[in-house]
């Protein structure tokens, strides 16, 4: 079974980040939500606050399948400017491992060159941050083990990608009937 982290930070869309936690238990896979926000509770861009299952600090980074990160203006800054985050993905991507983001996030991929000759797509006007990317308006964009998806209006069809990723077609199929999808 893969274990993969969402990485939340404060300033993140709640949606984009807890709907991916959601469908991806649904579908059996191991997920954990890591804060960089220096402790557990994270205050998100609708000031909703919720807690993480751990942080950046405690979280055993190298047993991990891969990673997510969501989007949220304020949350993609600081995902951006945490130098484990960076390092996480620049690894992740490097080995081969799945390496998700939506919304804003894509950029913190582009700004790392990471999307160099990949396929992606990002929020409307945040295009020119996915340096090297080929970008279109698909919803969502799997190009290797790189995921992108647009917003939170997508954030279903973003986790579908990655459980498709992860699993196969008969899970997948499994949890968009479980979710009357």
């Avoid at 945040?126 to 083990?145: H, M, P, R, Y």
């Avoid at 647009?150 to 979710?179: C, H, P, Q, W, Y």
Wanted: glycine share 12%; proline share 3%; with cysteine.
């Amino acid at each position: 079974m893969s274990k993969i982290a969402v990485f939340f930070a404060d300033g993140c869309e709640e949606i984009e980040g807890l709907t991916v936690v959601d469908m991806l238990r649904r579908a059996g896979l191991e997920v954990v939500g890591v804060s960089i926000s220096g402790g557990r509770e994270i205050q998100g861009s609708h000031n909703i606050r919720f807690f993480a299952d751990t942080t950046y600090e405690e979280a055993p980074i190298d047993t991990f399948d891969g990673v997510v990160l969501p989007g949220g203006v304020k949350g993609t800054e600081n995902l951006g400017a945490h130098p484990g985050v960076v390092s996480t993905i620049k690894k992740f991507a490097e080995e081969g491992k799945l390496v998700a983001a939506i919304c804003a996030a894509p950029s913190v991929l582009g700004a790392n060159g990471i999307l160099q000759g990949k396929h992606a797509v990002c929020h409307p006007g945040w295009e020119e941050k996915l340096i090297g990317a080929v970008t279109s308006e698909e919803t969502v964009v799997t190009d290797g083990n790189i995921i992108t998806s647009r917003g939170m209006g997508t954030a279903i069809d973003f986790s579908l990608a990655i459980i498709a990723k992860l699993t196969d077609e008969d899970v997948v199929a499994n949890v968009r009937k479980g979710i009357v999808y």
